[in-house]
Structure formats: C-alpha cells, structure tokens
C-alpha cells in the first residue's frame, strides 16, 4: 500500500534545501517538457505549476510567459522553500494543496504543467480528471512521470539482498497508463523513453534519492535503518559497469494534451 500523503509531503518537504542540487533527471526530463510548450500563452493568461515543489520550473514558467503563475504542491516545506527562492513575490502565487482535489475554478486554467508528481499520487486518474476540469477549453497540459522498469537494476540487486521486502517504488506500465491518459483525456499523446544515468557507486544512487525525497514510499515501509549488512550485499550485487560505476535506468514519459475548444 502507497504510504499516506502526509508522510509523501513530509518526505519531500524535509528534502527541499537538497533536491535542487541532487535534481538530474528532474532538470532533463522537465527541461524536454518545457520545450514543447511552443503555443503562446497569452499574458492575461493563468499558468500552473502542480507539484511544483522548490519552485525552479514555476519561475521559469513566470518568466517565459509573463502570466498569473501558480505553483501548486502538496508539502508546506517545498512551498517555503520556493517562496524564498523569489525575487519579486508577487509575481507568482503559492498554493498548497492536493493534486487530487485542486481548489481551482472549472475552466479557469490555460496551462498545466506538472514534472514528475503524478506517480507520486494515490490516484493519478483523479489528478488528471482535475486537469481536464480545471483547464479551459483550448488549454493545454504537459505532465511527466515514471512508468515500470525504472530503477529495475536496483530493485534486482534489493532483491538478492532482501528477499523478504521491498525497497524500491512500483511504476505503472506504460500500457497501463497509456489506457489511463486514453479514458480521462481523449487523443493524449504519450511518448516514453529509458534514461540512464550514471552513479560512482549504488551508494551514490541511493544518497541522491535520499536528497530528492524519493526513497521508498510504501506504508509497509522499515521505519529503522537497513542493516549494514544488508545494505553492503545490495551494493556487491548492483550490476558494474566496465570502469567500476553503475547505471541507473529511468523509464519516463511525457503527456500532452489540449483540451478541445
């Protein structure tokens, strides 16, 4: 069972003065979904951030567009952190809330954009019904997220260390969310693509997903520390590559879609 959403606000709140910098695959992946925002937004236009965490793509959203800008997350302790990243505070609006159930009007939104939340949601349908709701006709959305087969070279190496639990958070297929994205939000276009990244160690890794909040989420969760011992045999059983590093695999995928006028 997904841990609660208080403990996923806690976990990234207590990780926003470390996430910017540990952020790699955040910047790549939110960087390709910026990109494709080639429409104009008009100025007089409202723009939302959700799951906006430290805020980096909120100011560069305000800055590119110059519209109402909105930065949506679920952790007070990400929203503090964005708000003092700004130079100018009124620029851009700070909400807390959940993706789930926006305190947004219907159609009163011209651009969702939403880099790496969803897969962090109890419900991702339920946050993209609130896209469609909130989005006005012509609107567009953009989100990203993860899908099954990320992180599976660490989960193998958990695996043979820890045979009886799990370490490593479950992924939708991209099947599964290609029906998903299909049902709620007609004509989506879905594109995925493996991301490899490279660590010195698995240590390496998993410190860099400590520093994102992104560790394992499960309410069945260890609430102590691993054993050193076990911790040592993940390590010793994590694929190497050729020169003595690791390869971590991300599976990411980006949606777009416009809401029909």
């Not at 946050?127 to 469609?132: D, I, M």
Request: charged letters at 15%; aromatic letters at 8%.
């Amino acid at each position: 069972m997904f841990a609660t959403k208080q403990a996923v606000a806690s976990d990234f709140g207590c990780a926003s003065a470390s996430y910017e910098g540990a952020a790699r695959l955040q910047r790549q992946m939110g960087d390709a979904m910026l990109a494709t925002i080639a429409q104009p937004v008009p100025q007089d236009a409202t723009v939302v951030d959700l799951g906006c965490g430290t805020g980096w793509y909120t100011r560069q959203l305000a800055q590119r567009f110059g519209a109402h800008t909105v930065g949506v997350d679920l952790a007070p302790g990400m929203l503090a952190y964005a708000q003092a990243q700004v130079q100018v505070p009124e620029k851009i609006q700070w909400l807390e809330a959940d993706a789930e159930l926006l305190p947004l009007a219907d159609q009163s939104v011209d651009l969702i954009y939403s880099n790496l939340m969803i897969q962090w949601c109890y419900s991702p349908q339920s946050v993209l019904r609130e896209c469609l709701r909130v989005l006005r006709p012509g609107g567009q959305l953009r989100v990203s997220t993860l899908l099954l087969g990320t992180l599976h070279e660490l989960q193998q190496a958990w695996t043979l260390a820890d045979p009886h639990k799990t370490h490593v958070n479950k992924f939708v297929s991209v099947t599964d969310f290609a029906a998903t994205t299909a049902e709620i939000l007609p004509a989506a276009q879905l594109r995925s693509q493996m991301i490899m990244l490279d660590y010195p160690t698995p240590m390496a890794l998993m410190n860099e997903l400590r520093q994102l909040g992104a560790g394992y989420k499960d309410i069945q969760r260890r609430k102590t520390v691993t054993a050193p011992g076990r911790l040592k045999q993940m390590c010793q059983n994590y694929p190497r590559q050729p020169g003595g590093g690791i390869v971590a695999s991300y599976h990411a995928g980006w949606l777009e879609w416009q809401k029909p006028l």
